[in-house]
């Protein structure tokens, strides 16, 4: 079984509506989520980290589900700039005291004008 | 505030060659440093991470080799490159749970 799975897409998304990504992830002993986003051939930025409680960052809310291990996104209002692809990622405690990252291959999402 | 460099942004080498790929942060103590892959089609697996100088550990089994002769620089190495090496490198750091990445240097093996 795959560590962090994401349907790799690509949504293809009109300017101004709404679309949510999902994710599962397969380590329950994960304590720390996240989605970053990467743009074509350039690094993942952190677009926010993921709270068991649910947080929302102006148009992008972000869901937990530990029950089911289970991570969504939320982008309302969708622009132009949003188009990229978003990674959800979980954390794996490592040796030292160290966070290692487990990513998942990513969804593609274009937003179209 | 932080920032994180890496250098070549891009590397095209011949099989056999050998390899070196450089990581410094600035702005910030003894972070975590580590060292991602990401191949074409396939996300990003963690190579070796670092809690302080000259402290590595391994993730997966490859004929790389990472080093931290700095607090602040992580160094990606091979002595004789594979096909299967070429790829997208990216260093990160964190402080903490977060990890923040650089640029990324591109790899293509010939």
């Known amino acids: 079984r795959k560590e962090v799975e994401q349907d790799p897409g690509p949504f293809n998304v009109p300017e101004g509506a709404t679309v949510a990504f999902n994710c599962t992830y397969s380590n329950s002993a994960s304590q720390s989520f996240f989605w970053y986003r990467q743009d074509c051939r350039k690094e993942p930025k952190l677009l926010m980290s993921v709270y068991s409680s649910g947080n929302e960052d102006g148009r992008f809310t972000a869901q937990l589900n530990r029950a089911s291990q289970y991570i969504s996104l939320l982008i309302r209002d969708s622009k132009l700039s949003d188009s990229a692809t978003y990674l959800c990622?979980?954390?794996?405690?490592?040796?030292?005291?160290?966070?290692?990252?487990?990513f998942g291959k990513g969804t593609h999402l274009i937003i179209q004008p | 505030s932080q920032t994180i460099h890496q250098w070549p942004a891009t590397l095209v080498q011949p099989v056999g060659s050998p390899l070196s790929l450089e990581c410094t942060v600035e702005?910030?103590?003894?972070?975590?440093l580590y060292w991602y892959r990401q191949a074409a089609g396939r996300g990003l697996q963690l190579l070796f991470y670092s809690i302080g100088i000259g402290q590595i550990s391994s993730e997966v089994p490859q004929n790389l080799s990472a080093s931290r002769p700095q607090d602040r620089q992580f160094i990606l190495s091979s002595k004789k490159l594979l096909l299967s090496d070429s790829g997208f490198y990216l260093c990160a750091w964190s402080i903490g749970e977060t990890q923040y990445f650089g640029p990324g240097t591109r790899l293509l093996v010939l």
């Open positions: 990622v979980v954390n794996v405690h490592l040796g030292g005291g160290a966070d290692g990252l487990t």
């Open positions: 702005g910030t103590s003894n972070p975590n």
